[in-house]
């Protein structure tokens, strides 16, 4: 028996689960739970890669044409349609189709949900935002800050703070290059003649880790974060879920059972569980 | 050669000399290797000649109708292996999914990812010099611009070919 059934292990099931796990029900979360492939991480960088691997156009082209399915199909991100990120929607439109008019729905049936292929941009709600809304900013606070040691996000205080949020807790930012350098640089010499103007530039606030966390390791620069998923310094979902699997299992009651179901187009069934 | 004979499997060959015509004409890639022209092919039968390529529910009479006629202007230059450089960016401004952007997109991307061979370096910028890169530019810049003025003319010519005389 469970007291709390949530349905999906994206980033609103996931954070369910990890409000949740702290009391003392029993919690099932239903997924269908599409592995992220499984094999040799790209490596070591980007750069490297794109300079002298024969092999390269299997997995930034993908041997069905997966990047070039745009040329003749409905948009998908460029991150969704990378080949190594296709199991993130891989099936969901068969599985679960919707109709949609004037836009392009996206949904995800992988463990993790669509964050495993987010942009990582992170904001906190302003004060103006919340207008109307029944709970203020100052209530939300302390539940950010628990998001943002979970998460780890890096940035800094700088003149787009307002729009991230609080900087309490953030990791250092990450480094910059050349060009980037050179153009905060040179908004830092002119800055009031740019905000004269309606320019602000500051640097993004992003769950990206500048420092180790937990057992995942700081950002190294590899760029290739747009084509291997999972890549350990940028958070998915899928972080918290397989800690709290983990930490369940050392307990005596498990915090979180994952049903992983097989699912085909008529019916689901129960399959495994985590 | 049309869109609908292509899809014939007996077609390899010639879609395989088509990709060798058109590394040499868009991309200047006298040096395509036996892979990319394999995946070229497999590209273009699966995303262009599939039959599912550019449906638009949005589309007006008058855009199928233009589709179709510049469907026909295609398969005329390419059969002919006409300089189709302008013609492609007249017709991209046109219509962005026509077939023959949709196959210079496919080349450009499989010629990009081919890094072991000379192809490779057409589509890095390696200068060092700022002044090398602007001069590479502005020549690009301008050598666009006479290709675009040439594929005018070129499309009207074929669109008179390819009309269906009333």
Sequence with gaps: MFDLIIVGSGAAGTFAAFAAARTNLRILMLDVGRPAPAGKRLGPDFLTLRQSDPQQSSYFIGAKFESLHNISEAYLSPKLKAPRFRFVTDQADALSPLAAHGFSPVQSLAYGGLANAWGAGTFEYTAEDLAGFPFALTELRAHYQELVSEIGISGTSDDLAYHFGSTEGLQPPHRLDRLSSRLLAGYERRRASFQERGFTIGRPRLALLSQDLRERTACNYDNLAFWEPQIPYLYTPRFTLDRLIRDGRESVKPALMISIMNVRSDCFSYSRTI | ?166
């Design chain 2, 1 to 166: 050669m049309t869109s609908q004979t292509l899809r014939d499997e007996s077609n390899t060959p010639a879609l395989a000399d088509e990709g060798r015509f058109l590394g040499a004409n868009l991309f200047g890639a006298t040096d395509i290797n036996a892979g990319v022209l394999a995946n070229y092919v497999n590209a273009v039968t699966v995303i262009v000649l599939s039959g599912k390529t550019t449906a638009n529910s949005h589309a007006t009479g008058a855009e199928t109708r233009g589709h179709s006629l510049w469907r026909r202007v295609v398969d005329r230059a390419l059969a002919e292996r006409l300089d189709v450089q302008g013609l492609e960016l007249v017709l991209r401004r046109k219509w962005p999914q026509n077939p023959l952007s949709q196959r210079a997109h496919i080349l450009a991307f499989l010629l990009e990812t081919d890094a072991v061979t000379p192809s490779y370096q057409r589509f890095i910028n390696i200068h060092r010099s700022r002044v090398a890169a602007y001069l590479t530019l502005l020549w690009y810049a301008a050598s666009t611009f006479g290709h675009y003025l040439r594929g005018l003319l070129l499309l009207k010519r074929l669109e008179r070919r390819v009309t269906p005389h009333v």
